[in-house]
């Protein structure tokens, strides 16, 4: 091989001498080298960087697609009982993965209820009020963040139009019913529609940022005298399986199963993944990264340097790292996402694969709740 010398940035193979003399294009530097005399640009570093492109595709791993539990069979069989109660359903989602929060186990213990989706955490989001309108074409749906007052009477609002409806008005007012998966914000949105009415500081339902805080369905807990409106609180139930990996990890980053569901190098790397497809310019992280990456490995490094935790030979706790990046996400306090690819025709592809899940999830909830020798009684 041919000795290579290195002008700048560039090496020239003294092999390739002859064919670039014979070029009108080359400049001769000596009587053994020449370079195009492009070369004699003033090209700075910056101008040559290689430009970022965010990956297309997250790798597979093998991961349990199951988080279903039996708390959440208890759930859907107690929905089951009080649905004829119930005059109105608010489904709430997540906004920042509106599709994977998606439960169709919901009607199958409730029927066709009157149902209004409610998209919580909007702040956090970048779902396009244009892509739920075609979702969406009867307006049955609204975006909403759990700890807001305002959005709280824009619900109470809805429900007092409901009793409004009926006639004659029913004597012993009417029951709301609150559903969704673990951790997408039903307690928190109780509270504060409780404190509407009520400026006490007590909650009403218990909240926290992991999934299985609410366990069981709650008693009926007032929400107005005038007219009478009460709500049920349900614990989040999660689907029978999800219908894919991806699904399942997005699950796992907003905090509708344990942590330990999935592990949390992959979530990190997923929730990368994500920020990097809805913005290639790495903002969402530069007070870690000050450059865009695809590598989470990098990533993790920059964070245990951040909150001081790299050890001796520059070792640290990946886990560690892992589990800061993802509760900032889940705290608020990184840049708005969306962990769904979110397009016009995305909620019917959805349906279909949801539908095709489902119906491989046997469930007889009437012959279950026969089957039980202690009923649930209000």
């Not at 998606?102 to 702040?123: M, S, W």
């Not at 969406?136 to 109470?156: M, T, W």
């Not at 997005?250 to 993944?273: E, M, R, S, T, W």
């Not at 709740?369 to 209000?378: P, Q």
Request: glycine share 6%; proline share 6%; aromatic share 8%.
């Amino acid at each position: 091989m041919p000795p290579k010398i290195n002008i700048g940035k560039v090496a020239v193979s003294v092999a390739a001498t002859a064919e670039l003399a014979a070029s009108n294009t080359t400049t001769k530097v000596s009587p053994q080298i020449a370079i195009p005399s492009l070369l004699k640009a003033n090209v700075t570093p910056s101008a040559t960087k290689a430009p970022f492109f965010p990956r297309l595709v997250f790798p597979k791993y093998n991961i349990n697609l199951s988080g279903f539990q039996g708390h959440h069979r208890t759930g859907l069989q107690r929905m089951y009982q009080i649905g004829p109660q119930v005059d109105l359903v608010f489904e709430v989602r997540d906004a920042r993965a509106p599709l994977s929060t998606r439960n169709g186990l919901f009607e199958r213990a409730l029927g066709n209820k009157e149902k209004i989706i409610l998209y919580a955490k909007n702040d956090l989001s970048r779902l396009q009020t244009k892509i739920l309108e075609s979702w969406h074409p009867e307006g049955n749906y609204i975006l909403i963040d759990c700890r807001s007052e305002k959005d709280a009477h824009r619900i109470l609002g809805i429900a007092r139009k409901k009793f409004g409806e009926r006639f004659p008005p029913p004597p012993l007012g009417i029951n709301l019913l609150i559903t969704g998966m673990p951790n997408v914000g039903k307690s928190t949105l109780i509270n504060t529609l409780r404190s509407l009415n009520d400026k006490q500081s007590k909650k009403v339902a218990a909240t926290g940022g992991q999934a299985g805080v609410t366990k069981a369905v709650s008693e009926k807990i007032r929400l107005c005298r005038d007219p009478s409106i009460y709500i049920f609180d349900s614990p989040g139930i999660f689907v029978a399986s999800t219908v894919d990996q991806n699904t399942m990890i997005k699950l796992a980053i907003i905090g509708a199963v344990k942590n330990n569901h999935v592990d949390p190098y992959i979530q990190a790397d997923y929730l990368l993944f994500c920020l990097n497809k809805n913005d290639p310019t790495g903002r969402a992280y530069r007070d870690i990264l000050p450059e865009p990456t695809n590598n989470v490995h990098k990533l993790l490094f920059a964070i245990a340097k951040k909150i001081k935790k790299v050890r001796r030979g520059n070792d640290f706790d990946e886990i560690g790292s892992a589990m800061w990046w993802i509760d900032r996400f889940r705290q608020g306090k990184g840049a708005r996402i969306l962990l769904d690819d979110c397009t016009i025709d995305a909620y019917e592809e959805f349906t279909i694969m949801e539908k095709e899940n489902l119906d491989r999830f046997k469930m007889d909830l009437q012959s279950e709740i026969k089957g039980r020798k202690k009923y649930f009684l209000f």
